[in-house]
């Protein structure tokens, strides 16, 4: 079966849940809640591995992040972040280049660069993926990919993220290596290949 952590801080306090979401993200970026009402909710974080892939599930309260490239990116190098908002939305730079989300958005960063963003409420799904499991080169690509709800690429994605993510339980050992092959061929192929072979 595929490994699975959880986190549930909805019967947390107030103090336990700031310090319980600021251990369990620090190894990714340093985040400062923006409390409202003196409240700051994180209702749950779920993470699965599959294969190499860490598929992760996160509904929290408005925040700012910010990913150090000096200190959080060596810690992991070479990851691209694929994620969608179901609700919330954030605003930031990345590498320098601005970066925006927006709800049913599919949003690819690279966690090479460092960045910071200002989140609202968010209820998001995502996935971290290695560059060179896909293509991804930094040299020729951009720190951040974009594609709408509305687009083919967009519809395409966020659907089998959340396909997978709700199936992730009853995945076997024998179908993690399919299952993570199939998107990522996926994403390579409609992300990344090159179709002039340049």
């Given at each position: 079966?595929?490994?699975?952590?959880?986190?549930?801080?909805?019967?947390?306090?107030l103090?336990?849940?700031?310090d319980?979401?600021?251990?369990?993200?620090?190894p990714f970026?340093?985040?400062?809640?923006?409390?409202?009402?003196?409240?700051?909710?994180?209702?749950?974080?779920?993470?699965?591995?599959?294969?190499?892939?860490?598929?992760n599930?996160?509904?929290?309260?408005a925040?700012?992040?910010?990913?150090?490239?000096r200190?959080?990116?060596?810690?992991?190098?070479?990851?691209?972040?694929?994620?969608?908002?179901?609700?919330?939305?954030n605003d930031?730079?990345i590498g320098?280049a601005?970066?925006a989300t927006?709800?049913?958005?599919?949003?690819?960063?690279?966690?090479?660069?460092?960045?910071?963003?200002?989140c609202?409420?968010?209820?998001?799904?995502?996935?971290?993926?290695?560059h060179?499991a896909v293509?991804?080169d930094?040299g020729?690509?951009?720190?951040?990919?974009?594609f709408?709800?509305?687009?083919v690429?967009?519809h395409?994605?966020h659907?089998t993220?959340?396909?997978?993510i709700e199936r992730?339980?009853?995945?076997?050992?024998?179908?993690?290596?399919?299952?993570?092959g199939?998107?990522?061929?996926l994403?390579?192929?409609?992300?990344?290949?090159?179709?002039?072979?340049?």
């Open positions: 079966m595929v490994a699975k952590v959880e986190l549930d801080l909805a019967d947390a306090g103090d336990d849940r700031v319980l979401w600021a251990e369990m993200v620090r970026y340093d985040f400062t809640p923006l409390r409202q009402d003196g409240a700051y909710d994180v209702s749950f974080a779920r993470g699965w591995m599959l294969d190499g892939l860490y598929f599930e996160v509904a929290h309260g925040q700012v992040i910010r990913r150090s490239r200190r959080h990116c060596t810690a992991s190098p070479d990851i691209l972040s694929l994620q969608y908002f179901m609700y919330g939305e930031g730079e320098g601005p970066m927006r709800p049913g958005e599919v949003v690819i960063k690279d966690f090479s660069r460092g960045h910071q963003a200002r609202t409420p968010v209820h998001a799904r995502s996935v971290a993926i290695p060179d293509g991804y930094p020729r690509h951009p720190p951040t990919l974009r709408g709800a509305d687009t690429v967009g395409v994605l659907h993220i959340d396909a997978i992730l339980d009853q995945t076997t050992d024998a179908e993690a290596p399919k299952v993570a199939g998107l990522l061929g994403v390579r192929s409609l992300l990344f290949s090159d179709p002039a072979g340049a």
